[in-house]
Each structure stands twice: as structure tokens, then as C-alpha cells.
């Protein structure tokens, strides 16, 4: 396999990511992690936010010196590479940064089918000054700085990011380091996968009880349908409705599930539980936590049961990264509730099938299992649903409101072909009530936002740039359409500041 040491780089999971797309297993490990050496095909090093000569910056790990394959350095990587090496690192003057141009100037394996000039993405503003003994410059930036060496033995390093689309030749880059310069063969494929998980599963789960919560979204539909595959109807697939979901989304989940894949599902109604709940709870972190932990308790009963001894979670490899990523704690903004997030304390075996897997891949596999398009390539949809979206305490009233306008909103963008291009698309109820006039008459009614945003995996996010002729459409179908909404407007915050949701 190829290993990829996480050095903090936003761009680690992409270079596993990329790895993958060429055809070659990919892991990403932390530098402290312990790794059996023996299972390395290639190693490649990440950039990271460090400088080599801060002292805390994070080392070569302790197993590198056994490990005697191949190895790439990129960004952070080449620099710290460089210094162990015995080269200079220093701060770089003209701190390239973005697209740079660069010029071969020394044949190289890496640079097999690469024209001799380039644009390439920086993101570093240290540079290597000195190579280390041994080392040779194959190309330059414009500016003379030295972006690419190499020992041609068991070392090449770049200063740049080829994994990133902005660097016109780094897929080509990454595939000639893995095939040329280290000689693997590319054998990860996804149908493979799909068949010898099946085996795996069926072999730990035969004879025994299993069950999982399925929300409807890819991760915990993906992993059902394979372990359904597996040991069939032994599976149980719990569905709680919490009356927090869309318009049609509960029969739209079982129609799917049971009567097209056939699996063993149950609706749970669940609705007058968490309204009563929710009764007058005005503050957000305190129906997240209400909507978690009664959603658990729904769980449980279910579990028990049922006598089931196993529990299916969707956690998918982007999870499992950022878990292992020890000591990086970020303030809690939102508490997130998904059916990922079930306890450990229930005392049910976890499996895992899609542990390995990017959401990419996830969605692959998920087709190649007859899972609908509509189903793998849904927008994210949280966990506490709705409830988020109606702004303050939260009632049946102001829930059909919102699922009526949230209805139109997506029926309009699919019209428009505008669904697929954005990210996420929601309509947000807010407890403000605005003057209108309706009929002659004068009307009172609540204003509702529209939120669309552009972004990667939900971290940052821009509002979509939707044309104003669409805008138009789906403001004039809603106040026409939705008893109850006098205004609406449109959502033009970026996250950071704003987040994705309201609440
Ligand atoms: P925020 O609002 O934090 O949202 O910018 C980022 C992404 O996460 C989704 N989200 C959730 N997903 N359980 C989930 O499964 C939750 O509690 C939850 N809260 C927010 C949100 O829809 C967006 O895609």
C-alpha cells in the first residue's frame, strides 16, 4: 500500500484521495502512529502549516529509519526531508504562494510525460536553500527557486502541491513517482472491494443479530445495502421518523429500502415523543442535545428487542482521519447529531463496513449495488433535520410551513438544473413576522430564509451564485404557494463567520 504521512496539510486526504483514483491503496497515518514497515509500497510525505526549524515541529517518525523503500516530500515533506538530510531550510523571500511557473532543468522519472514548463500550486513560504549531499535541482520556479530535487535513489522531493488540480501535470507527477520510480502495480479497484467485504462480513456476522439505523442519507444507506448483502434479512435496518424530516421523506426511505432493495426495514413513528419534547425549547444546543439523546433511547428499546448483538455505523475514512488527528482540538460550535454518532456504551459490537472508503468511493460503491441516484447523491441533511431550520421552539404548525417552502425550493432548483450544482439547498423558517399585503388586505405573515451554499465537505462554504431569474421563480412560488410566509429573502453569508445552518 501506499503510505501517507499526515503532516497537517489541508491537502492530506487528497493526496490519499488521488492515490486511489490511479488505482493504488492508500492509508494515512499520523507521524507518532506505528506502522509494520513491511506493508509499505511507497511512502509519501504531506506539506503542513510547521517550520522545520520551530522547536515543536513535528519529526521523521521513529519507524522511518527501518522503512527502506522509496519516499516523496512534498511541501512541508521535502523541507523537513531536506533539513534531516543535512541541507538549509530557510524563510523564503518572495513567499511564493498560489500558481507559480516552473522550469524543468534535470531529466527525471518524475517528470516522464511533462512538458518542460508548467503551472504548479505553492503553498509554503519556506524554501530549501541548500540540498543535502547526493541531492540534485531538477526544476526551478520562475524566480529561481529550487522546487523539485532528487537523490534518484530513494528520494524525491517538491516543493509544490501536486495533488492539487491547480498543478496541470501533478496527477501525472504522482502516477510516474508510484509506477516508474517505485514499480507498483495499480490493483485497488472497488468491485473488488464490494466482493471480498461481502466475504469478510458474512464470515464475522453468519447466525447473529445485527441492526442498524438508517437516516436515508449515502453513508448509513451504503453500509446497510452491503451488509444486507451479506447475511440478508438478519440485518434489521431501524428508520426513526421524528416528524423533524422533509415533505414525502419517510415514505420515500421505505419505498427505496424495502420494497425496491428489500431490506429488512422498520419505520419507527416516533413523532410525538420528540415534539412533546421539543415543546417550547428555544435554544439550539439544547434541542440538538433533547433530539440525540431521545433518538438514542428510540434506539436502544429497538436494539434490545430485537436481541441484536452487532451495530452497522456509516463511518466512512474522512472520520476515521480526523479522529486519529490526537491533541488538535477545535471548539465545539455545533453538537452534531447523526446516526453515526450512537454510543459506545450500548454494548453492541460496531462493524464498520466503509471504514476504508472516501465519501467518493462510498458513492461508487453505492451505485454499483443498484443504491438510486437519487440516494447517493442527495445534499447532507443533519441529523436533528428540521428542527434546526425552524428558527426558536419548534411546533407542527411552523413544521409544515417550512416543509411546504423547503419542498418548493428543491422541486425549483431540480427544475432549473441548479440542484446538482450546489451543495446544499434549505429553506430556514425564522420567528419574525413582517407587514405584506395580500388581496387588498393587510397580512402578517413569517419570513422565511433561503440558504445555498458551494462547498467541500461542509468545513468552509460560499452562498451559490444563483442566477436571479431562478431566485425570482422559487420566491414567487413560495409566497404563492406557502399559507403563513409573507417575505422571503436570500442567505449571503460566507462560512467562516456564518455557518451552514441556523442553528
Ligand atoms: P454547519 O452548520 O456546522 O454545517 O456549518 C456543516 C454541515 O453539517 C451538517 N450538519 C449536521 N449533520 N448532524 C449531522 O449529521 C448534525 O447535527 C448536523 N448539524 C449540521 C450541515 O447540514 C452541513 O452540511
Not at 503551472?119 to 549531499?133: A, E, R
Not at 448483538?309 to 455545533?334: F, P, R, W
Not at 451543495?423 to 413576522?433: E, I, K, S
Request: charged share 25%; with cysteine.
Amino acid at each position: 500500500k501506499v503510505l501517507i504521512l499526515d503532516y497537517g496539510s489541508q491537502y492530506t486526504q487528497l493526496i490519499a484521495r488521488v492515490v486511489r483514483e490511479l488505482g493504488y491503496y492508500s492509508q494515512v497515518v499520523q507521524p507518532d502512529e506505528d506502522v509494520d514497515v513491511s506493508d509499505i509500497g511507497a511512502l509519501i510525505l504531506s506539506g503542513g502549516p510547521a517550520s522545520v526549524y520551530e522547536p515543536n515541529a513535528p519529526r521523521l517518525p521513529s519507524w522511518f529509519e527501518a522503512y527502506k523503500g522509496k519516499v516523496l516530500g512534498i511541501c512541508y515533506g521535502m523541507q523537513l526531508l531536506a533539513h534531516e538530510m543535512g541541507g538549509k531550510v530557510e524563510p523564503g523571500e518572495l513567499a511564493e504562494y498560489g500558481r507559480t511557473e516552473i522550469v524543468i532543468v534535470e531529466d527525471d522519472p518524475i517528470f516522464e510525460n511533462v512538458p518542460r514548463e508548467s503551472t504548479v500550486w505553492m503553498s509554503h513560504s519556506d524554501v530549501v536553500k541548500v540540498l543535502p549531499k547526493g541531492f540534485k535541482v531538477t526544476a526551478h520556479s520562475k524566480n529561481g527557486m529550487i522546487v523539485s530535487a532528487s537523490d534518484r535513489e530513494r528520494f524525491w522531493l517538491l516543493q509544490f502541491h501536486p495533488e492539487v488540480r491547480h498543478t496541470q501535470f501533478g496527477r501525472q507527477m504522482l502516477q510516474n513517482f508510484l509506477s516508474r520510480i517505485c514499480g507498483l502495480k495499480p490493483n485497488w479497484n472497488l468491485e473488488d472491494f464490494i466482493t471480498q467485504k461481502i466475504e469478510e462480513l458474512r464470515k464475522e456476522l453468519s447466525g447473529k443479530k445485527v441492526i442498524a439505523a438508517l437516516s436515508g442519507g449515502v453513508d448509513s444507506s451504503v453500509a446497510c445495502v452491503l451488509v444486507h448483502r451479506a447475511i440478508g434479512t438478519n440485518l434489521r435496518c431501524v428508520f426513526v421518523d421524528h416528524g423533524l424530516l422533509r415533505k414525502n421523506e419517510p415514505e420515500e426511505v421505505m419505498d427505496v429500502f424495502k420494497n425496491m432493495l428489500q431490506l429488512n426495514v422498520v419505520k419507527i413513528d416516533a413523532r410525538e415523543r420528540f415534539l412533546s419534547k421539543l415543546k417550547g425549547v428555544d435554544d439550539p444546543e439544547k434541542k440538538r442535545k433533547i433530539i440525540g439523546e431521545e433518538f438514542i433511547r428510540v434506539f436502544e428499546q429497538e436494539a434490545k428487542s430485537y436481541g441484536a448483538t452487532h451495530l452497522v455505523q456509516g463511518t466512512i475514512y474522512s472520520d476515521v482521519i480526523e479522529s486519529a488527528k490526537s491533541g488538535k482540538k477545535t471548539a465545539a460550535i455545533k453538537s452534531h447529531h447523526n446516526v453515526g454518532g450512537l454510543p459506545e456504551k450500548m454494548d453492541l459490537k460496531i462493524v464498520e463496513p466503509l471504514r476504508n472508503l472516501f465519501k467518493d468511493e462510498v458513492r461508487i460503491v453505492g451505485e454499483m449495488l443498484g443504491i438510486p441516484r437519487s440516494v447517493i447523491h442527495r445534499q447532507p441533511f443533519p441529523g436533528p433535520g428540521l428542527a434546526v431550520r425552524v428558527i426558536g421552539p419548534v411546533d407542527e404548525e411552523k413544521l409544515d410551513i417550512l416543509r411546504e417552502a423547503d419542498y418548493i425550493l428543491i422541486e425549483t432548483l431540480r427544475e432549473t438544473g441548479w440542484y446538482e450544482k450546489i451543495w446544499q439547498a434549505f429553506a430556514v423558517l425564522l420567528p419574525v413576522r413582517s407587514v405584506g399585503v395580500r388581496g387588498d388586505r393587510r397580512a402578517y405573515d413569517y419570513v422565511l430564509a433561503i440558504r445555498c451554499v458551494d462547498s467541500v465537505e461542509g468545513m468552509t462554504a460560499d452562498w451559490s451564485k444563483i442566477p436571479h431569474d431562478v431566485l425570482d421563480l422559487i420566491s414567487r412560488r413560495i409566497l404563492n404557494g406557502v399559507k403563513g410566509v409573507g417575505r422571503v429573502v436570500y442567505d449571503i453569508s460566507s462560512k467562516p463567520p456564518a455557518t451552514i445552518e441556523w442553528e
